[in-house]
């Protein structure tokens, strides 16, 4: 037998259960929409926290190889390291050297080397020693000193390429000049070795 009463709370019951059901659905809908939002926003922020790579710093670039005459060495380290003249070698920054002027851009590619006469002991009197070339042997870099000219001006610098590790500088004289000249029982084929290369030339 049916019973008014609990027919209309039956039929109370059906929308308040839908209703009920939908607002779950809903609930359930907004959580996973804003969790989607947040997990979004997690990513796009991973994304602009990872590190730009620096760009490469440029590498300078030698402005030219040959003789440097605004170049000289300074006057402490005047020590003979030949016969004759004193010769130091290293980058273009090295404080051992002083340059008269603007100082041209040089590179790890290059050294440079610096001579004088001044202070140091020779039994040659002369005129003293000016850079009459630069000479390449294998790997090695070979100065050629000479007696200074009137001809040409005096040279006491010279930028040269970086023959590497594995690679020395040498001076050699030219002719009878007495400068460059390797210490008596030192040396071979005339050459007095004054340095060696760096890494990365």
């Given at each position: 037998?049916?019973?008014?009463?609990?027919?209309?709370?039956?039929?109370?019951?059906?929308?308040?259960?839908?209703?009920?059901?939908?607002?779950?659905?809903?609930?359930?809908?907004?959580?996973?929409?804003?969790?989607?939002?947040?997990?979004?926003?997690?990513?796009?922020?991973?994304?602009?926290?990872?590190?730009?790579?620096?760009?490469?710093?440029?590498?300078?670039?030698?402005?030219?190889?040959?003789?440097?005459?605004?170049?000289?060495?300074?006057?402490?380290?005047?020590?003979?390291?030949?016969?004759?003249?004193?010769?130091?070698?290293?980058?273009?920054?090295?404080?051992?050297?002083?340059?008269?002027?603007?100082?041209?851009?040089?590179?790890?590619?290059?050294?440079?080397?610096?001579?004088?006469?001044?202070?140091?002991e020779c039994?040659?009197?002369?005129?003293?020693?000016?850079?009459?070339?630069?000479d390449r042997?294998?790997?090695?870099?070979i100065v050629?000193?000479?007696?200074?000219?009137?001809?040409?001006?005096?040279?006491?610098?010279?930028?040269?390429?970086?023959?590497?590790?594995?690679?020395?500088?040498?001076?050699?004289?030219?002719?009878?000049?007495?400068?460059?000249?390797?210490?008596?029982?030192?040396?071979?084929?005339?050459?007095?070795?004054?340095?060696?290369?760096?890494?990365?030339?």
């Amino acid at each position: 037998m049916c019973d008014p009463s609990a027919v209309r709370t039956s039929l109370l019951l059906i929308p308040l259960a839908a209703l009920a059901f939908l607002s779950c659905k809903a609930s359930v809908k907004a959580d996973v929409n804003v969790g989607s939002k947040e997990d979004a926003k997690e990513e796009d922020n991973a994304f602009d926290e990872v590190p730009q790579a620096a760009e490469p710093q440029p590498i300078l670039q030698t402005e030219y190889f040959g003789i440097a005459r605004r170049l000289t060495l300074r006057p402490a380290q005047r020590a003979a390291s030949c016969q004759c003249v004193a010769a130091v070698v290293g980058p273009g920054n090295d404080p051992n050297l002083e340059w008269y002027g603007d100082k041209p851009d040089i590179g790890p590619d290059a050294l440079v080397v610096a001579i004088s006469a001044e202070g140091i002991e020779c039994e040659h009197k002369g005129r003293g020693p000016s850079i009459a070339a630069i000479d390449r042997e294998g790997q090695d870099v070979i100065v050629v000193l000479e007696e200074f000219k009137d001809t040409r001006p005096i040279a006491l610098g010279a930028i040269i390429p970086n023959p590497g590790p594995t690679g020395s500088i040498y001076l050699r004289a030219r002719g009878s000049a007495p400068y460059g000249r390797p210490e008596v029982g030192k040396g071979y084929r005339n050459l007095c070795k004054i340095g060696s290369g760096s890494g990365n030339p």
